[in-house]
C-alpha cells in the first residue's frame, strides 16, 4: 500500500516553537483511498466558532482550506468519493474535522471512542466533542479491540481493514487508540495523541512545557498517558527497521516521515 503524509491543519498556539501540524495518513489501497484520521476540514474552516468551539483560542488553528484532507486528496489526482474509510485515532475536532467532507466513508473507531463522543460522561469530554462534528451523520464502524490480537506488545489490537490495525491506547481520551499500517517495507504506526511531541519518548528532545500542561489538562486519565509514553519510548529506543513511529501534532516528525 502507498501512504502519503500530509498535514491537514497548522495550529500555532503559543509558547510552541514550529507550531503544529495536524498529521494525517492517506492510504492507496486496493480498493480505494483510506486516511488515518481526517484533520480540520471545510466546515471547520467556514465555522469555527460552532464546529471547534473555544478550544480553538488556545491551538489557533490557521484553517486553511487548501490543507483540508479533500482538497490534498484532489491534487494528488483523486476524486473524494474514493476514500472508503477513515481510522479516527479519536474524535477530537482536530482529527475528525474532516470527515463531514467525505460523507460517504466508513469512519473505523473504538466503540469506547464512539461512546464518549456521542454519550459524554464529563465535562471534559462535553467540551471536547462538539455536536456539530457528527451533525452529517457519519457512518460509525466501532470496533473491540481487546477482542482482537497482541500487535508488536500491545495487547489490544484489531485489524480493520487488510493491513491496518487498531490498537487500543486509551489515557488521551476514554477510547484513544493508535493505528498502525503496513506500507510494505516497514509498518507506520501513527500513535495519535498519546503523545504530543517526540521529546516525550526519545528521551532527549526538550518537550515545550505548554505542550506538556496542555496534555495533563486535557487527559481522560494521566496515568495511562505515561504508561502510553513508557511503552512507546521502548518502541523508539529498538529502533526497529520495519517500524516508524509517527504521531498527530509534532511537526519534525512529520517532516521526517516525507524525507524518507
Do not use: K
Not at 467525505?102 to 462535553?126: G, K
Not at 486509551?170 to 504530543?196: K, N, S
Amino acid at each position: 500500500m502507498r501512504v502519503h503524509h500530509l498535514n491537514c491543519g497548522t495550529m500555532r498556539p503559543a509558547l510552541t516553537p514550529g507550531g503544529l501540524v495536524c498529521h494525517v495518513l492517506l492510504v492507496e489501497t486496493g480498493d480505494g483511498l483510506l486516511l488515518v484520521d481526517s484533520g480540520f476540514g471545510l466546515r471547520d474552516a467556514a465555522d469555527p466558532a460552532r464546529r471547534i468551539g473555544g478550544a480553538r483560542h488556545l491551538i489557533r488553528p490557521v484553517l486553511d482550506p487548501s490543507e483540508t484532507a479533500s482538497r490534498q486528496v484532489e491534487r494528488l489526482g483523486h476524486d473524494p468519493a474514493e476514500v472508503r474509510d477513515i481510522v479516527l485515532t479519536h474524535f477530537d475536532a482536530d482529527h475528525s474535522g474532516g470527515l463531514a467532507d467525505f460523507p460517504h466513508a466508513r469512519v473505523h473507531l473504538t466503540a469506547a471512542e464512539s461512546d464518549a463522543a456521542q454519550r459524554p460522561r464529563t465535562r471534559n469530554e462535553r467540551y471536547r466533542y462538539p455536536a456539530a462534528q457528527r451533525e452529517h451523520g457519519p457512518h460509525l464502524v466501532e470496533h473491540h479491540p481487546a477482542s482482537g490480537d497482541v500487535w508488536r506488545g500491545f495487547a489490544a489490537a484489531t485489524e480493520v481493514r487488510p493491513g491496518v490495525v487498531l490498537i487500543a491506547l486509551p489515557g488521551h481520551t476514554r477510547g484513544h487508540a493508535a493505528v498502525a499500517v503496513d506500507a510494505g517495507d516497514r509498518w507506520i504506526l501513527h500513535a495519535g495523541d498519546a503523545f504530543y511531541h517526540r521529546g516525550q519518548i526519545d528521551g532527549t528532545t526538550p518537550v515545550p512545557r505548554l505542550l506538556v500542561a496542555s496534555e495533563r489538562m486535557i487527559a481522560h486519565d494521566r496515568d495511562l498517558v505515561r504508561a502510553n509514553h513508557a511503552r512507546l519510548a521502548e518502541l523508539w529506543a529498538s529502533a526497529a527497521d520495519d517500524l516508524t513511529i509517527i504521531n498527530a501534532h509534532d511537526p519534525e516528525l512529520l517532516r521526517r516521515a516525507t524525507a524518507d
